[in-house]
């Protein structure tokens, strides 16, 4: 019963490029949110999604930052022209569709190094 | 109001001893409180979690004691070992998304 997957584990881009960020959650569940952690700092809310919607973006930078999950294949997270204050680890978790106890189940991170 | 604090900072315990870790929180919406424990370059893993109708849970050696009027709750781990040591992170929750605190470095020194 495989857990959470993301990937890359490690992504190095230059400053301008594209991050893409998968993540690939437990089976059988259909909620994805994605959080980022900067160094030292405690995890921080971006999005939350169920399949092919957002239902809650609010932790989301208002620009060069997408989500999605679609019906057929793994959450990405997008990243447009990468700054260096984009560097930090981000989180994929999970939890079933009808859960009443809001478990979520996290992911290994992407490390995302802008250079 | 979305705000969790957590304290301290860093912790260091002797090996058998009990380690504490508190967090505080202000809004009365959130329904759910994990605690999780995260080592060097891996993601947080639920250790264990409390819902704000029940006062105390207890999961082996790691216990949640919550008090709901003063909106506080607390980690301890008993007979703390050094595998233990890790970055544990409160959390709160509420319209399905966490909210955590910074974070506590637990040592536990042999």
């Known amino acids: 019963n495989a857990g959470v997957m993301q990937n890359p584990r490690h992504l190095v881009r230059r400053r301008g490029q594209e991050a893409r960020l998968r993540c690939s959650p437990m089976?059988?569940?259909?909620?994805v949110y994605w959080y980022r952690q900067l160094p030292e700092e405690g995890l921080k809310f971006m999005v939350y999604l169920q399949k092919e919607n957002i239902i809650d973006e609010s932790g989301m930078p208002k620009e060069r930052f997408s989500a999605e999950f679609p019906k057929e294949g793994p959450s990405i997270l997008r990243i447009q022209q990468v700054v260096r204050g984009d560097s930090a680890a981000y989180f994929c978790?999970?939890?079933?569709?009808?859960?009443?106890?809001?478990?979520?189940?996290f992911g290994p991170g992407t490390r995302l190094t802008v250079t | 109001q979305q705000q969790v604090k957590q304290s301290p900072q860093s912790l260091i315990v002797q090996k058998g001893g009990i380690s504490i870790i508190n967090c505080a929180y202000e809004?009365?919406?959130?329904?759910?409180f994990p605690w999780y424990q995260q080592f060097p370059g891996k993601g947080p893993a639920l250790l264990i979690a409390i819902r704000p109708d029940v006062s105390e849970k207890k999961e082996g050696r790691f216990t949640i004691s919550f008090n709901k009027s003063a909106k506080q709750f607390s980690l301890h781990i008993m007979d703390s070992q050094p595998g233990d040591s890790a970055t544990y992170f409160c959390?709160?929750?509420?319209?399905?998304?966490?909210?955590f605190g910074q974070g506590t470095r637990l040592t536990i020194n042999p």
């Open positions: 089976k059988g569940h259909s909620h």
């Open positions: 959390a709160a929750q509420g319209a399905q998304k966490l909210v």
């Open positions: 809004n009365t919406a959130f329904d759910y």
């Open positions: 978790a999970s939890s079933p569709q009808a859960s009443v106890t809001y478990e979520q189940y």
